[in-house]
């Protein structure tokens, strides 16, 4: 049970700050909006502290926040973050937030310059003394660069009115020594997404997360899961979001709590510059991820999708590079094809080879010039520098509608296919001799829902090493009347 | 008071150990004592970039052995004896006194991390076997930066102690042992990118990787400083900041190695776990190969190459992967990669084909076709060029970055002409499909346009040289790892 103040337990979402899209102003409405649809599986909220981007607003936004969040949340407590570099300025942050109703303050270890252990203390015992509000210590090294010394919280903790410290370093062993050494007097809160259910195993008594305004029910659930004495369920729950919570903590932080409220449909606007929505901590393909993950938890609708693997004759497959199955007998090009893989992370591979001056080489040169839009062909490579040989283009049969689909065949199938190839020319299933004077296409079939980049990987290297067993004859082709070495 | 020596002085190269299937390649390391004497004041065998950390103790014995009769007592040789427990130490540094070596090259002892106090003791027992010993502060590998008091202690108090190697980088550390101990003991620099701040600023001499392939020209900075030439030591340093910086920060025992092999003086590969395009990945070979060209470490040697009944003769810096011939032009395939950083990270894949093949069937065709709708430029009439946009270029801010690409290909194409990769009498003959990708987040324009001549030149050089061969991809294919393979 908490120890000084009874409601210190349980979930507290981060809140974003909401901006206007163009005049970075605080968004106010999208405040009240973003309160409202988290506060249902919340014990409390936590108005600008580092997802809220509280070292881009001012003084008065700050307060305004508090402001808001009270009128808002419906007698919940509203955890005020008042950090700052100063002790003076975060001294004024704390009169506002208790002014403005805030039940505490959250006060981040001070910044940028470097105060010694004695000014870390003298800092917060002169916010704990000069402000009638309880505060809350909040430690969270990878932005301000330093540990709150745990000597110091040792000490801090008997004040009166130091309630908690938030811990989101992730480092379990700070946790347990600050659980060892302060907590009998202080309730410990975490603050890393992605060790939740391993701190509150420890000990801890709650969590301040940016992921709780994403998908606070989870942790509820975790929370009354470990409460149980329900360890494997509870993991199992942590697990469902551990790639989510890992992206909001290392990828990209308030910007991609941001891209993933947007995506379900609460738009927060942009981080304030210079941060950037897309591009800069949140890289793109990351982005594309976090909409997969949404998915998987039903935050957002998953989009139908139609479509076929190739299918007919395996000569007739090559109608996009132009090459008729005439053709293939005509210049003996070799074919082959393969399937390999279950449900959304099965991959069709169907392969062509033959010499550069043959159809196939002019194919291949055309190929590199993109006709096909979305389906631009890609050289296979093991990775970037290392180009497998023979020369293969991959040439995804679908249109490629966005990154995440993309996502699949960048890496995963470039890599898979060459390493497939380098295996056929290490073993000699390709002979030496055509390495230099042959090229290859393969047409390469993933699903669109397809997600497990690993397990794609897979699958394309299995049916790749199949296909071109195929068509350099070492197993027979699939029922189309042709002889034992592909022709 | 005095030096407690005067012999610990001048540019010494810490020797890469060559390696063979068996061991020491014994032949080789001579061969490469051999190449570096005329341009050295001392040899090192056995330090961090000799890889002795990768060799058994009777490896280690072998090495200075053949290093000592090599040298044969023409300048002096300082043996690395460092070992991670002191009793190792001081037995090793018995035997390199017994055996005649100089003196000794002492680590402080790494991986467990012992006190300052603690390393200050195995300096003191090392001292005591009365070797000339010379105390080496690597903080990247050892785990440990020497506190000034530890160095100031052993350097003064201790009889043997005649001076220290400071790798670090760390002028602030090495200010403080001019500050403490200058005049008394030999000050080294091992930082191949600061040598000449450290010189200037009073170091008397330095233990360097990169003097395994220049250094002659760190005797010429050496020599300037000495003679208050600030102004010519400065420009030297200069001249080599990108070859040294490649070498100490991207796998510097491999690096060195590779870089010998262009030069001619074959020392093999770094013991694994050291891998061929590991820490000194394949673009940084590209570009110190490009380096090594620049300072005229490489020479052009003819090559011929046949297109159909065309016979074209060119001079090449060529090294031991270039092929006296270049047949086949129907289609090659090139590809290279460079970045960082991340966003502006530059990735080419070019066909060079003749105009009658495949590849300038392919230009005429698409041009015709579709060239405008994907965004596909001619961005040079000899040899004819099609640059073609990795990614579909939707904003202006792109089409600028493009721009900046198709300048850095551009570049790319300009130079393989001036070098003889791409020779004047072809130029009619053949004709390129360049991809160029340029991410959509991408801002740093001058990356953008570095990193894509960058790889642009890499990719026509492995095109037209058929690399990577066979033999490497087979032999890397286990290790290789694609970075866009996994999930974040």
Partial sequence: MPIKVPWLKGVFPALVTPFDRESEAVDDEAYRRLIRHALPDVDGIVTSGTTGEFPYLTREEQRRLVEIGVEEAEGKPVVAGCGASSTQEALALAGDAREAGASAALIVTPYFLHPSDKGVYQHFYDIAVGVELPIILYNIPQVMDRYLPRTVVEDLADLPNIIGLKDSSGNLTYTMEILEYAGDRIDVFVGHDEVVLPALAGGVNGMILASAQVYPEVWQEVVRLVGAGKIPAARARQREVQKLSRIFCRHGGGVAVKAALRMMGLD???????????????????????????????????????????????????????????????????????????????????????????????????????????????????????????????????????????????????????????????????????????????????????????????????????????????????????????? | MGYKTDWLRGIFPALVTPFDSEGVNEDAYRELIRFLLPN??????????????????????????????????????????????????????????????????VVAPYFLKPSFNEIYDHFRAVDEVGLPVVMYNIPQCAGTHFKWWTAEGGLLDFENTIGIKDSSGDLPFMEAMFEKVKGKVSIFVGHDEVVQPALGAGADGAILASANLIPDI??????????????????????????????????????????LRMMGVDVGDSRHPIVPGGAFRREDREELRLQLEALGKIEKSPVTYHLGEKQVMTDLFATHQTPDTVSDWTMKVGEGFAGPPFQ?????????????????????????????????????????????????????????????????????????????????????????????????????????????????????????????????????????????????
């Fill in chain 2, 218 to 259: 760190w005797q010429k900075v050496h020599r300037a400083t000495l003679e208050g030439d600030f102004a010519t030591a400065q420009a030297w340093q200069q001249k080599v900041q990108k070859l040294v910086r490649i070498v100490v920060r991207c796998g510097s025992t491999q690096a060195c190695k590779e870089g």
């Fill in chain 2, 344 to 488: 502006e990270l530059a990735h080419v894949d070019l066909l060079i084909g003749l105009k009658d093949g495949p590849v300038g069937r392919a230009i005429k065709r698409s041009m015709a076709e579709w060239g405008e709708e994907r965004g596909l430029h001619i961005i040079a009439e000899r040899p004819r060029t099609l640059l073609v946009p990795t990614v579909t270029i939707r904003t202006q801010e792109q089409r600028r970055l493009f721009e900046r690409a198709a300048a850095g290909v551009k570049l790319a194409i300009d130079l393989s002409i001036e070098d003889g990769f791409l020779p004047e009498p072809i130029l009619d003959d053949v004709v390129l499909i360049v991809h160029a990708f340029v991410h959509p987040a991408a801002s740093i324009a001058r990356r953008v346009e570095g990193n894509n001549y960058k790889a642009a030149r890499h990719a026509i050089r492995k095109a037209v040289e058929g690399r990577p061969t066979v033999e490497e991809l087979i032999a890397e294919k286990a290790a290789a790892r694609h970075p866009f393979r996994y999930a974040p």
């Fill in chain 2, 40 to 105: 050295v004041d001392g040899m090192v065998p056995c330090g961090t970039t000799g890889e002795f950390s990768y060799m058994t103790l009777e490896e280690r014995k072998e090495t200075v052995e053949i290093c000592l009769d090599e040298v044969d007592g023409r300048v002096p040789v300082l043996a690395g004896t460092g070992c991670t427990t002191t009793r190792r130490t001081v037995e090793l540094t018995s035997w390199a006194k017994e055996v005649g070596a100089d003196g000794a090259l």
């Fill in chain 1, 268 to 487: 927060m606007g942009p981080p304030r510059r210079p941060l950037e929505s897309v591009g800069g901590a949140l890289i793109h393909e990351t982005r594309a991820e976090i909409r997969l993950e949404l998915e998987k938890l039903g935050k957002v609708p998953i989009r139908g999708v139609s479509f076929e693997y190739p299918d007919g004759p395996l000569t007739g497959r090559f109608a996009d590079l132009e090459i008729t199955a005439e053709e293939i007998g005509e210049y003996d090009l070799r074919v082959g094809s393969a399937v390999a893989g279950e449900g959304v992370n099965k991959v069709q591979i169907d392969l062509i080879a033959g010499g550069k001056e043959t159809p196939l080489g002019d194919a291949y040169a055309l190929q590199m010039t993109y006709p096909l839009h979305r389906r631009e062909a890609l050289t296979t490579i093991l990775e970037p520098a290392l180009t497998v040989r023979p020369s293969t283009l991959l040439l995804p049969t679908l249109p490629q509608k966005n990154l995440r689909q993309a996502n699949m065949i960048y890496g995963p199938a470039q890599s898979a296919l060459g390493r497939a190839i380098v295996d056929a020319v290490e073993m000699d299933r390709i002979p030496q001799q055509v390495v230099d004077s042959d090229v290859m296409v393969a047409l390469v079939t993933i699903h669109p829902r397809a997600m497990d980049r690993h397990t794609v990987a897979r699958s394309v290297q299995a049916a790749a090493a199949e296909a071109i067993e195929q068509a350099f004859g070492l197993s027979p082709s699939p029922g189309d009347g042709r002889d034992e070495r592909g022709r």
